[in-house]
């Protein structure tokens, strides 16, 4: 039973989200616009969200220890794409922020083997950005074909 309630914390944990962190400008780059950032964060919420459901599948025959790295590597993966990513100016202390949170629960669930540990997420893996910055990047994500069926932020 805990494969399995950790297999669909997790599910559920990504799911509700779109929203994901970036460290910034770490290649030097510009930063990015509202619209180039919320493509971002759907392909990365379709990346993570493929590789939950391939490890749901295989999780009843994993145990606890082998479910639980399963989902720090999806968590880590997202962190990594996340931090490539270029966010909007204004957003790049938040996107830190969340980069931060994503990793710190990898790293918790990796070390305690223990599913209370995706807890600190609640139903997303990130912080709630402020209200007007949610509104414009869930306003741009209505926008994109690859945001269809994606919820923002969770919920």
Not at 11 to 23: E, I, K, P, R, S
Not at 35 to 42: F, Q, W
Request: one cysteine or more; charged letters at 25%; proline letters at 6%.
């Amino acid at each position: 039973m805990a494969p399995l309630r950790i297999a669909g914390l997790a599910l559920g944990v990504v799911t509700l989200v779109l929203a994901f962190a970036a460290c910034g400008d770490d290649d030097g780059g510009d930063p990015g616009t509202d619209a180039s950032y919320a493509a971002e964060l759907c392909d990365a919420m379709n990346e993570t969200n493929v590789s939950l459901v391939k490890l749901e599948k295989d999780a009843s025959s994993m145990d606890f220890k082998e479910l639980a790295g399963g989902v720090s590597e999806i968590l880590d993966d997202l962190a990594d794409s996340l931090a490539d990513a270029s966010p909007p100016a204004d957003m790049a202390a938040w996107n830190e922020d969340a980069v931060k949170t994503i990793r710190k629960a990898a790293d918790t669930l990796t070390k305690s083997q223990q599913s209370a540990s995706l807890d600190v997420l609640g139903d997303s893996p990130l912080p709630d950005p402020p209200t007007a910055l949610r509104s414009r990047i869930e306003a741009e994500a209505g926008q994109i074909p690859a945001c269809r069926g994606l919820s923002l932020f969770g919920e």
